[in-house]
C-alpha cells in the first residue's frame, strides 16, 4: 500500500480534460511540495510538475498541477492519444523520512 | 549531452550480490543529491534510497536497510547501488534520477536515467 492514495485508472476522450488525484497526509503532501511524473510505457519517468504546480521548459502548457491541504491533482486539458500513460505523485514525507510517491494512474485516452 | 546512464543489472541467485552503477555526464555531477527507485514488472514506482550531493547523508527504503549501500564518486561523476542479500522482491528495473530543489520539503527527480533490470531468482 501506498502512503500516497491514487486512483488506479482514468479515461477520457480526445480534446477532453481529465484530472488525477494524489491523497496524503500532513506529513507530506500537507507541508510537503508535490511533483508529478509521466511514464510513457516501456519508457523511464519523466518529470511533468515540481513545486506543486511548476512546469519545466519543454513540458506543455496543457499540464498542469494543483495542491490543497493534503491532496494534489494533476490536470490534463486537450487530450491526445500519445499522453497515455501511467502518472505518478512524489513528495517527501517528513515522518518516514522518506520519499514516497503514489501507486500511480493509468491513463487512457478512448 | 545530458544523460544518467544505468548498468550493472543481471540476473543473479537469491542470497547473492550486485553492484549497480550510474554514469552521469553532461551537468556538475556533484552538485546534485541522486536517487534510485526501482519498479517491479506491471507495478509501480518505489523509492529505495537518496545520497546527498557530497555523500554526507542517506535514507534508504525500509525493505533495504542493512542489505543495499548507496555511495558515489564524484571525481568520476558515478553513483553507485550495493545489493547485498537479494531477494525475489528485489526484482526490478532500477533507475537512478538528480535530486533538486532546496531542501527536502522541496525536491524533484528531474533527470532520468533509462534503467537497468535486475532478475533475483535461482
Known amino acids: 500500500q501506498s502512503v500516497l492514495t491514487q486512483p488506479p485508472s482514468v479515461s477520457a476522450a480526445p480534446g477532453q480534460k481529465v484530472t488525477i488525484s494524489c491523497s496524503g497526509s500532513s506529513s507530506n503532501i500537507g507541508n510537503n511540495d508535490v511533483s508529478w511524473y509521466q511514464q510513457l510505457p516501456g519508457t523511464a519517468p519523466r518529470l511533468l510538475i515540481y513545486d506543486n504546480d511548476k512546469r519545466p521548459s519543454g513540458i506543455p502548457d496543457r499540464f498542469s498541477g494543483s495542491k490543497s491541504g493534503t491532496s494534489a491533482t494533476l490536470g490534463i486539458t486537450g487530450l491526445q492519444t500519445g499522453d497515455e500513460a501511467d502518472y505518478y505523485c512524489g513528495t517527501w514525507d517528513s515522518s518516514l523520512t522518506a520519499v514516497v510517491f503514489g501507486g500511480g494512474t493509468k491513463l487512457t485516452v478512448l | 549531452q545530458v544523460q544518467l546512464v544505468e548498468s550493472g543489472g543481471g540476473v543473479v541467485q537469491p542470497g547473492r550480490s550486485l553492484r549497480l552503477s550510474c554514469a552521469a555526464s553532461?551537468?556538475?555531477?556533484?552538485?546534485?543529491?541522486m536517487i534510485w527507485a526501482r519498479q517491479a514488472p506491471g507495478k509501480g514506482l518505489e523509492w529505495v534510497t537518496i545520497i546527498w550531493y557530497d555523500a554526507s547523508n542517506q535514507y534508504y527504503t525500509d525493505s533495504v536497510k542493512g542489505r543495499f549501500t548507496v555511495s558515489r564518486d564524484n571525481s568520476k561523476n558515478t553513483l553507485y547501488l550495493q545489493m547485498n542479500s537479494l531477494r525475489a522482491d528485489d526484482t526490478a528495473v532500477y533507475y537512478c534520477?538528480?535530486?533538486?530543489?532546496?531542501?527536502?520539503?522541496?525536491?524533484?527527480?528531474?533527470?532520468w536515467g533509462r534503467g537497468t533490470m535486475v532478475i533475483v531468482s535461482s
Open positions: 534520477a538528480t535530486v533538486t530543489g532546496a531542501g527536502a520539503a522541496r525536491w524533484y527527480f528531474d533527470l
Open positions: 553532461g551537468f556538475t555531477f556533484r552538485n546534485y543529491g
